[in-house]
Every structure is written in C-alpha cells, then in structure tokens.
C-alpha cells in the first residue's frame, strides 16, 4: 500500500546556510508520520523527534526535515536536486511502509545539543572574526537566529567541515524541539 503519493514544490529560497544552495519547501499529499519510528530505525544518519513527529535525514551535504506533510530541505543544488530529493524520500517513506511488519519500529528521541555542546563544537579561540566578542556569545546569537555558522570563517578549514555539519544537525534539530 502506498503511504505518499506526491510531493510538491511549494517555496524555494536561498540557503541560508550556503548562499550558493538552496533552501526548498515541499508539500506532502497524504500524512505520513506513521512511517517516523520505522524510519527511525533503519535509515542511518537520522534524528528523530517523536513528540515533535519530525525526522531530520543528512544525506551527502543536504539537510532533509520530514514532517508529517511537508518537507523542508537545506543546501540543495538546484530544483532539479531538489524534485530527485523528493522522489527519494517518496521511495524510502513507501517501502519502508511496506515493510513495516518486518520492522522493529524505533520512537528513541535522539538527544538535542545544548548550548554548551555548541560551544564545544567552536574552533573557541574568540578571533571576533564572526562579530562577535567570544565564541561563547556567537553560539548563544547561533540559538537567537541573528547569527549563521557561515559567519564563523574558521569552520571553513578542513579540519573543521565534519564539525560544521555536525552543527548544522543541531541546530535544525533544535528548531525541530520549538515545533
Ligand atoms: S569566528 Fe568562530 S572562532 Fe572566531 S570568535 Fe567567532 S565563533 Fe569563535
């Protein structure tokens, strides 16, 4: 049976997290939070949220927020990128549906960051290149939504690009927990 029927293109934005990507909003034609906990437990790369019935799927570079009937997706190429990204989370919410009485279902809530593991993820040498006075203060306008981890130029290096997505993660995940 087939849980998703289409998903459709409502917005597309620039990306606030890479100016040359794209940020997409999509509509979902049918509910679909049922599949969450099924695909909580076989998808990897995956932070679900149960109570808040949002999953937040990495895959490559792009961030994927599932809602029950509407997705919204970050560092897109382009809206080609962003119809195959579609097509895939239409696969993968209908097989897994299909399967699901082969399924142990998961409702485990990956635990959110806080504040102070932002801040341990920060290069934390206060250089102010960011405008800020401290790293401690750019996490904190990080959580506020005035400040973005574009702006911290040290996350740029390759030492820390795993620690950028990593953030990245956390602070969707964590617009997720004010749902
Ligand atoms: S640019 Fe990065 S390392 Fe420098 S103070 Fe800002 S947050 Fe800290």
Request: proline share 3%.
């Amino acid at each position: 049976m087939t849980l998703l029927n289409n998903c459709d293109i409502t917005q597309i934005m620039e990306c606030i997290a890479d100016a040359t990507k794209m940020r997409v909003i999509a509509s979902l034609s049918d509910p679909i939070d049922e599949v969450f906990p099924y695909l909580n437990a076989t998808v990897s790369n995956i932070t679900y949220n149960h109570n808040a019935k949002v999953l937040v799927i990495k895959k490559q570079h792009r961030l994927i927020t599932i809602y029950s009937e509407m997705v919204t997706m970050a560092k897109i190429d382009d809206e080609e990128d962003a119809k195959r990204i579609l097509n895939w989370v239409r696969e993968i919410v209908n097989s897994t549906w299909e399967r699901r009485n082969e399924i142990v279902p998961s409702y485990e809530t990956q635990r959110l960051l806080s504040p102070v593991d932002i801040y341990g993820l920060l290069p934390k040498t206060n250089c102010k290149q960011c405008g800020e006075t401290t790293c401690y203060a750019f996490t904190c306008a990080l959580l506020a939504g005035t400040r973005n981890i574009d702006q911290c130029a040290l996350l740029d290096s390759p030492e820390h690009a795993e620690t950028k997505d990593r953030l990245w993660s956390a602070l969707i995940a964590d617009d997720i927990a004010q749902v």
